[in-house]
Nanobody, 117 residues
Framework: QVQVVESGGGLVQPGESLRLSCTVSGNGFRLYDWGWYRQPLGKRRESEAIAQITSRDRTDYADSVKGRFTISRDNDKNTLSLEMNSLKLEDTADYYC?????????WGQGARVTVSR
């Protein structure tokens, strides 16, 4: 069974940066398009990824994070990353990685990002 493990969350102040990582077990990572989803605290996980990257490294971002977040992948290491800059209070959420469109794998435990003054 494929396992997805997110890491790198933390507590930061507005304007600061964080880098999230997601490691995926198994051999299928390179075949799929991947994305980062987020779940604001106390709310449902958003159905659309805020950042996504195709198997050919084409990226796309939600307007809310465009210009601030950068998604990347390393197929040799089965790793997906999200560089988050200029963090805002409203970026506070649990962040999850999974395939796009639609999550093929079971959700990991997520990485919590808290942006607070």
């Amino acid at each position: 069974q494929v396992q997805v493990v997110e890491s790198g969350g933390g507590l930061v102040q507005p304007g600061e940066s964080l880098r999230l990582s997601c490691t995926v077990s198994g051999n299928g990572f390179r075949l799929y398009d991947w994305g980062w989803y987020r779940q604001p605290l106390g709310k449902r996980r958003e159905s659309e990824a805020i950042a996504q990257i195709t198997s050919r490294d084409r990226t796309d971002y939600a307007d809310s994070v465009k210009g601030r977040f950068t998604i990347s992948r390393d197929n040799d290491k089965n790793t997906l990353s999200l560089e988050m800059n200029s963090l805002k209070l409203e970026d506070t959420a649990d962040y999850y990685c999974n395939t796009v469109p639609g999550a093929l794998y079971s959700w990991g435990q997520g990485a919590r990002v808290t942006v607070s003054r």
